[in-house]
């Protein structure tokens, strides 16, 4: 194996956004298997750490491949992009907008404590996060547009992490 290999000639895939996930978890077990730490009980110090090595390096691939906005900030990265850096922080307006209203409905609906209204929020929010994996797949794989996929990035960023404040003010009525 190949210290050097990115995530994607690793499990010797393609390097897609769209991704065949049986594929990949094949390919994964696979590595797994060969390179586990079990199985250099009995070898020496060096080929233990080596193995330890190699078993982390498969499982941070893994891991990475396997949630769609980590493999395309991955994918990104392979070009050169940082996605997530500091110096891109900006939003077009009309998606500031909407972020204004869907933390307003949030803070609406865990003020009357409305779990249905926090479930309509996530299911929409889910289906916008859907939709803007589909259009990351596209700038990714189709198009090329780098950044444009970068935007897309930070946008789905967002928009799990406003998943995950429904999740918790969900989790804040039901434990009240």
Known sequence: MDFHANHFQLFDLPAHFR???DKLES???KLQNEVHPDRFAAAGESEKRLSLQWATRVNEA?????????RGAYLLHLQGIEAFSEKHTSFPPAFLMQQMEWREAIGAARQARSADALDRLTRELRAEARRMEEQFAAEL???QDYEAAAATARKLKFMHKLIEEIGDAQEEIENA
Do not use: I, Q, V
């Open 19 to 21: 991704l065949d996930a």
């Open 27 to 29: 390919a994964y077990r």
């Open 62 to 70: 893994f891991r990475t491949l396997s949630k769609p906005l980590a």
């Open 141 to 143: 794989d189709d198009r």
